[in-house]
């Protein structure tokens, strides 16, 4: 049951006045009396009432019916597709603990257990992000006044370190294989994806209206943090002018139905495994690779190059130049000293 404080009494002028707090909410009132005995008989009554309508409002709502509600309710309009597609991955990993639990007796103890039993199975990343759309479930819960804290929220985070993947660059003969393999439009993506250290999705959803073939440069608007950034296609880690396609009209990469890609990591895996099976049934060598690692191809190519640091924080579109700053660690003591001093280029002393 919702706490409740203890009632304080107190005088306004001649008049009692009663105050406490039940569910988070403070109530406070005139006990339209100046005799402290009647006072106090007043706020008994008042605050067992109150008390009786908190108890009453207690949830008995199972954890699955609060994922009904806030997935109908809250992210159908609230967040991007790529994020509720993210959000939905991690309500069914939840579900394996809570399903069946009311939402009332989800406890920190209780999400401990969860950390508990997917820890090693997966990444601290993922179980963070678990934890992120359980956080968000629960303060709808909250609003709803089913619950009246968010035991999510109180959950100490740093004992779950987030442990980054050691940046490692493609194959260039694996990347070439693959790009080989894939359909014309997800041929294209990769090699823009290659050639500028675009997101995938911000590369899925490029129209041709973003792109400004006179300038040279190309304007994000479907962006990891929602805000648009425009970049030069030709920098020091690639040249777009060579992989984009000439000036048209509507998406710029199409998938056979004529429309944006929608499942460009589900069409890459597939040709991936194809070709990975295909080469290790041949004998020959082949090196499995991200999407993503071609972002990190692209980064440590800039900075190989002697480019600006902060020049590629902003085109890359991270908020700080510290997530930028682990590129450097695949740079050798001649090119970071090149980063470093921008006046010095790689491999000389001067």
């Known amino acids: 049951m ?23 909410r403070e109530y406070r009132r005139s006990l339209r009396t100046d005799n402290e005995r009647e006072a106090r008989k007043r706020l008994k009554a008042w605050q067992d009432r109150i008390e009786a309508e908190v108890h009453a409002g207690d949830s008995n709502q199972l954890y699955e019916e609060a994922v009904i509600r806030w ?18 991955i991690s309500l069914r990993s939840l579900e394996g603990t809570f ?17 508990s039993g997917r820890s090693g199975a997966v990444t601290n990343a993922t179980i963070r992000r678990d934890l992120t759309a359980l956080s968000r479930l629960l303060s709808s819960c909250v609003a709803w006044g089913w619950i009246t804290t968010n035991p999510a929220l109180s959950f100490d985070r740093t004992i779950i370190r987030e442990r980054r993947d050691p940046i490692t660059q493609p194959d260039p003969m694996s990347v070439a294989a693959v790009k080989a393999a894939c359909p014309a439009g997800l041929r294209a993506m ?78 890459f895996g ?22 993503h690692d071609l972002r990190h191809a692209f980064a440590i190519r800039w900075l190989k190059a002697g480019g600006d640091i902060y020049r590629l924080s902003r085109h890359l579109g991270h908020t700080s130049v510290k ?11 001649a090119e970071l000293d090149a980063v470093v001093n921008p006046g010095t280029k790689p491999g000389t002393d001067n």
């Open 270 to 291: 597939q040709v991936m495994r194809r070709l990975a099976g295909t080469d290790v049934a041949k004998g020959r060598p082949f090196q499995r690779f991200r999407i």
């Open 323 to 333: 997530t930028t700053e682990i590129y450097l660690s695949a740079l050798s003591a």
């Open 99 to 115: 399903r069946g639990v009311e939402v009332r007796h989800i406890t920190t103890r209780l999400i401990a257990n969860y950390i």
């Open 71 to 88: 997935v109908s309710e809250v992210l159908v309009d609230s967040v991007k597709p790529q994020t509720r597609r993210r959000y939905l």
């Open 190 to 267: 990769l090699s823009l994806l290659e050639q500028t250290g675009m997101r995938e999705n911000e590369a899925a959803t490029l129209t041709f209206s973003d792109v400004d073939y006179t300038a040279r440069q190309i304007t994000l608007s479907k962006t990891k943090t929602n805000r648009a950034r425009t970049i030069a296609w030709k920098t020091p880690g690639g040249d777009a002018g060579c992989v984009l396609p000439p000036a048209a009209a509507g998406p710029v990469f199409v998938s056979r139905n004529g429309e944006h890609y929608k499942n460009v990591a589900t069409n």
């Open 2 to 24: 919702p706490a409740i404080s203890r009632p304080n009494l107190y005088l306004r002028g001649k008049t009692y006045w009663g105050r406490f707090q039940a569910a988070g």
